[in-house]
């Protein structure tokens, strides 16, 4: 389940917008969010592309997206 509080906060911080976030998962802000609200799962290679993007650290990995 992901940690939606904590992953926004990440975003929010980065700077980045969401719907191009999601423009580069591949997937489109709907899914995005869908993803973000846990009403879905995010894949294993669209949390290494948003760890990569974001910066996000093996800690903050696990504590965002395994928690």
Same mark, same amino acid.
């Given at each position: 389940m $992901?940690d $939606?509080q904590?992953l &926004?906060?990440? /975003?929010?911080n980065?700077? !980045?917008? =969401? *719907?191009? !976030?999601a +423009?580069?998962?591949? /997937?489109?802000?709907k $899914?995005?969010? &869908?993803?973000? =609200? *846990?009403?879905? +799962?995010? $894949? ?5 592309? !948003?760890c &990569?993007? !974001? *910066? /996000? @650290?093996? @800690? &903050?990995?696990?504590? /965002?997206?395994? *928690?």
């Amino acid at each position: 389940m $992901t940690d $939606t509080q904590y992953l &926004d906060d990440v /975003i929010k911080n980065s700077g !980045l917008r =969401m *719907n191009w !976030l999601a +423009e580069q998962l591949g /997937i489109t802000p709907k $899914t995005f969010i &869908d993803k973000r =609200m *846990n009403r879905s +799962e995010f $894949t294993a290679s669209e949390i290494k592309k !948003l760890c &990569d993007i !974001l *910066n /996000i @650290k093996e @800690k &903050d990995r696990s504590r /965002i997206f395994f *928690n």
